[in-house]
């Protein structure tokens, strides 16, 4: 029996067998407006049964949208889409599931079905009734679903601890995960991904690609990803200026179309624009001559009729420029014997002694929670060493792109007002001329940032932590709001630059063409990673297939285990939720009497004909202290929830 299902609970590689039409899902003349603008514009597309399908398309152009409308959480101003009756949807909501159950009984029960037929074998029935539902649990291999759920969470990073943890208890990026793994788990006819890889680290989003080579339902899947976009999917569906076209075969391939697209699209332009100005140069020749009057009224109707054809959308604000540092002698840092982490008694990593110089191009790899993150705040100075030592070049300057980085900047103000904020003695030609490195140019310096994509945040914060000409930049996951394009342009804004790069990214095509380093930060420790991002590849790839040939991996913790595991887990953090509650405390204490002055400093008798300049005077110093302390105090909030993140996830 099917149902229709949309939401969390949705997808495992063998979704239940249906009979499906020629096309399993067909899109007709959809139209979505939003702010009288429309994002889809009468989008026409027929999806065949079985595909795998990318859909791309520059950010803003309406994927997420399309999805929703898909799904059925969007209802479209026009048009239809239609689905075969009987086709169960999996579709990954935006929202992270939460509450005290753990990670891996919210998988498990993500199939309906199969909870729905456990519940009803417990129930009193005639023994006919009884063996059609013990008959239909066999069928979908019910008992070997513990298994799988393992296998799935194992996958895209969690220990065997975490499984066991409470919702409540992890981050939104983890929790963000558990609905991924729900949806891989409850193997729906027609799986739709928006981003799946966004919350993942390069080994989750490997084990992820190889999961989604094996599905054998329809597959339908944003993602920015170009390794996944060539090695799994089978069709690529353009979302361009709200119009759909499917085009078959990877996205190199799709690429190649394009460009030939593109290259007839603008011969055609070339052909009528000379034809155009051939029939006007007619007409405002012969138009009033009373002999050729008729001639000239024909080729007027033949311009009226000649349609312009659309120019191939190009994005001129899609631009990186790194601006290249003075030249330092090598090294640039060198580790020796550094120990660092958040807590003394217990380090992320210990033993580190490596080399930086000024031509390094290295990937740091590792899984989530194994000190990458670490490792680059090291380098970057905002971490100090617990011991060993770090020296430096005293000349050496440091960008650092945080994954919080874009999250940082201030809605309010504009890409002019922050840099302008951060180089006060600049002149204005010299700021805006940092910002059009980056694709801030004109008007587009003057938005704020409010109303900036994803993609522009994260390139105006590139823009201010590198206007001091870096001899190193250290990126972590700078690519989690970036379209393809803009991948391929940072990619080749960093092979241009010439001072030191130390990148962690889920992106492997940009570490391959990055990168000529690597290094393992795993089990406590960094070392050289001697092969190819292909061998890593491979080496985590069989180790996950002799996980999941190891039967102890279907075994559920006893309920005992559980309980020790978690008591112990909790003795062990304790201090660090002490300190995490303190922080929170004291970011709340600042705010609030942040939040009054700046309240008191909008009230409009302030600035009247009887105000009191004293005390404004006293007010604005205020608010600049309290910012001051507010900043330290996020800070400390922050390393504090590091931390403790850290420690829960086994945090080596």
């Not at 460009?259 to 051939?278: D, I, L, S, W």
């Not at 004293?614 to 909030?637: F, M, P």
Request: glycine fraction near 6%.
């Amino acid at each position: 029996m099917c149902i229709n299902v949309a939401g969390i609970a949705q997808a495992a590689t063998a979704p239940r067998a249906l009979c499906y039409p020629m096309a399993v899902l067909t899109i007709s003349s959809v139209t979505v407006r939003l702010g009288g603008r429309p994002i889809l514009d009468q989008a026409s597309a027929a999806i065949p049964p079985k595909s795998r399908v990318g859909l791309v398309g520059r950010n803003g152009s309406g994927k997420s949208t399309l999805l929703r409308v898909i799904a059925g959480t969007l209802h479209p101003d026009e048009g239809a889409v239609a689905f075969p009756r009987g086709l169960r949807l999996g579709y990954l909501e935006q929202e992270a599931p939460s509450g005290p159950a753990n990670p891996f009984d919210t998988v498990l029960a993500a199939d309906a079905e199969r909870t729905a037929l456990l519940v009803d074998a417990e129930r009193p029935h005639d023994p006919e009734r009884l063996a059609e539902i013990h008959e239909r649990l066999s069928a979908i291999d019910a008992h070997s679903a513990p298994g799988r759920v393992a296998r799935i969470l194992n996958g895209i990073g969690f220990t065997d601890a975490m499984q066991r943890q409470s919702l409540d208890s992890l981050s939104g990026g983890w929790r963000m995960r558990v609905a991924l793994a729900a949806l891989l788990f409850s193997a729906p006819d027609f799986l739709l991904l928006d981003e799946p890889s966004n919350h993942l680290d390069l080994e989750a989003s490997i084990w992820l690609e190889e999961y989604l080579r094996s599905y054998r339902g329809t597959l339908l899947i944003v993602s920015h990803e170009r390794d996944l976009l060539n090695n799994v999917v089978d069709h690529i569906l353009h979302l361009d200026q709200g119009k759909l076209l499917l085009y078959p075969g990877g996205y190199d391939q799709f690429e190649s179309q394009r460009r030939e697209r593109q290259a007839h699209v603008a011969a055609m332009r070339e052909r009528q624009e000379a034809r155009r100005k051939k029939l006007q140069a007619f007409v405002d020749r012969w138009r009033y001559k009373a002999h050729a009057a008729a001639q000239a009224q024909s080729r007027i109707k033949a311009l009226a009729r000649l349609q312009p054809i659309a120019e191939a959308a190009d994005d001129p604000t899609l631009s990186f420029e790194f601006p290249n540092p003075d030249e330092l002698r090598p090294p640039l840092v060198t580790l020796s014997d550094v120990a660092v982490g958040y807590v003394p008694e217990s380090p992320v990593l210990s033993h580190v002694t490596m080399r930086f110089d000024p031509d390094d191009r290295l990937a740091l790899l590792g899984r989530n929670g194994n000190g990458k993150t670490t490792l680059a705040r090291l380098l970057a100075g905002e971490l100090p060493a617990l011991s060993g030592v770090v020296n430096a070049n005293s000349k050496l300057r440091v960008a650092y792109f945080s994954q919080l980085q874009a999250d940082q900047l201030i809605p309010g103000d504009t890409p002019v007002q922050h840099l302008a904020r951060l180089l006060p003695a600049a002149r204005p030609a010299e700021v805006r001329a940092q910002l059009a490195r980056f694709g801030f140019s004109g008007d587009k310096a003057e938005v704020l940032v409010r109303h900036l994509s994803g993609g522009e945040k994260a390139r105006l914060a590139l823009a201010l932590i590198t206007r001091f000409a870096p001899h190193m930049v250290i990126l972590d996951e700078p690519t989690n709001h970036l379209d393809v394009d803009a991948r391929e342009a940072l990619v080749q804004a960093l092979n241009e630059y010439t001072g030191a790069v130390v990148v962690v990214s889920h992106d492997r095509h940009l570490l391959e063409l990055v990168a000529d380093r690597l290094i393992l930060v795993a089990d406590g420790a960094a070392t050289e990673f001697t092969g190819t991002l292909d061998d890593y590849r491979q080496q985590l790839l069989s180790r996950d297939r002799g996980e999941a040939g190891d039967g102890r991996k279907d075994v559920a913790p006893s309920r005992k285990d559980e309980r020790r595991a978690a008591a112990d887990l909790r003795q062990r953090t304790q201090g660090l939720r002490n300190e995490l509650k303190t922080a929170e405390r004291e970011l709340a204490r600042v705010t609030a009497q942040r939040d009054q002055v700046a309240l008191a400093l909008a009230d409009p008798k302030q600035y009247g004909p009887s105000a009191n300049v004293n005390a404004l005077t006293v007010l604005l110093k205020n608010k600049s202290e309290l910012d001051r302390v507010l900043a330290a105090a996020e800070e400390r909030w922050l390393a504090a929830a590091e931390a403790l993140e850290m420690a829960e996830s086994g945090g080596k």
